[in-house]
């Protein structure tokens, strides 16, 4: 079964910086059909930022300028870079296959930024 699994979340105070990560198995791996998303406590899950086909990248405007979106096809991973964190990043971040429906997530990992 596919399965994805985030790591790197934890708690850092604001302005901190941390690296998360998705490594996908059991299913065909793109960079290009993964999305990082986030949900914080009583709010909708939001989309945070993907890489398209083109090797262009989206951002919401929340984070644009302090996070950065990499993978590596070779090691079926997606990162997520967070620098200057701010507490209002604080969320369970989440990484999601939209290659195909339904789309696949991963369990979440937790990111608490304190000012």
């Known amino acids: 079964q596919v399965q994805l699994v985030e790591s790197g979340g934890g708690m850092v105070q604001a302005g901190g910086s941390l690296r998360l990560s998705c490594a996908a198995s059991?299913?065909?791996?793109?960079?290009?059909?993964m999305r990082w998303y986030r949900q914080a406590p009583g709010k909708q899950r939001d989309l945070v930022a993907f890489?398209?086909?083109?090797?262009?990248?989206y951002y919401a405007n929340s984070v644009k300028g302090r996070f950065t979106i990499s993978g590596d096809n070779t090691k079926n991973t997606l990162y997520l870079q967070m620098n200057d964190l701010k507490p209002e990043d604080t969320a369970v971040y989440y990484c999601?296959?939209?290659?195909?429906?339904?789309?696949?997530w991963g369990q979440g990992t937790q990111v608490t930024v304190s000012s």
């Open positions: 059991g299913s065909i791996f793109s960079i290009y059909g």
């Open positions: 999601a296959d939209v290659s195909r429906a339904p789309t696949r």
């Open positions: 890489i398209t086909s083109g090797g262009g990248t």
